[in-house]
């Protein structure tokens, strides 16, 4: 119950295309969707994030989807570009109040590739 | 502006020997403080988490240890490492809240 189930693994896109990656939960304390993105042998980085009572945040060329009955999120670029080439992961956390709080439960993550 | 630090960068041990990496953070207090690990350059697991000074949070059993001495740093031990301790370990902080930011991690591999 506490797994996000991350697709697809690898995504390969041209530059302009807009690669979708999709998460999806069972957890339903989850209330917190974070998005981050990993250049090779660096940290993490906090790209956007989303809460559940809003079904569509868009920060830049990035946008996130929410469906909250079907327990799902996906990560949008639009206008992709090669240096958008990383490692995406999504993540979920629970409510506040709980001893979990804060504690970031993250998919498997997909390598994106975006060929000039 | 808040930072967090890791190091170091890269280490290699030896089997059998002991580790000892740091984080600390600046510009915020009494943040939350995290070790994951990240293996094969995918998928990152918690191991341990911390609230404050000397509490800590175990996620999974291992061969590790982590430890808060004081309030902005957080340390990550072992008394003998295994090979499959190699990886990819990121400190992380979030404060009172679950936006997490994470260090540039240390690339540690066991021979």
């Known amino acids: 119950q506490q797994q996000v189930k991350q697709s697809p693994q690898s995504l ?21 969707f974070p998005w981050y993105q990993q250049f090779p042998g660096k940290g ?3 790209l956007i994030a989303i809460r559940p009572d809003v079904s569509e945040k868009k920060e830049g060329r990035f946008t996130i989807s929410f469906n909250k009955s079907a327990k799902q999120f996906s990560l949008h670029i639009m206008d992709s570009q090669p240096g958008d080439s990383a490692t995406y992961f999504c993540a979920a956390s629970p409510s506040a109040g709980g001893t979990s709080y804060g504690k970031l439960t993250f998919g498997q993550g997909t390598i994106l590739t975006v060929h000039p | 502006s808040q930072t967090i630090h890791q ?4 280490l ?19 943040p939350n403080l995290y ?15 911390s609230v404050g000074i000397g509490q800590i949070s175990s996620e999974v059993p291992q061969n590790l240890s ?12 072992s008394k003998k490492l295994l090979l499959s301790d190699s990886g990819f370990y990121l400190c992380a902080w979030s404060w009172r809240g679950q936006e997490a930011f994470f260090g540039q991690g240390t690339r540690l591999t066991v021979v």
């Open chain 2, 35 to 49: 070790w994951y690990r990240q293996a094969a350059g995918r998928g990152l697991q918690l191991l341990f988490y």
């Open chain 2, 66 to 77: 982590a430890s808060r001495p004081q309030d902005r740093q957080f340390i990550l031990s």
């Open chain 1, 44 to 46: 993490p980085a906090l």
């Open chain 2, 12 to 30: 290699v041990q030896p089997v059998g020997s002991p580790l000892s990496l740091e984080c600390t953070v600046e510009g915020t207090s009494n």
């Open chain 1, 12 to 32: 390969i896109v041209q530059k302009g295309g807009i690669p979708i990656i999709n998460c999806a939960y069972e957890n339903t304390a989850f209330d917190y």
């Open chain 2, 7 to 10: 190091w170091p960068a890269t």
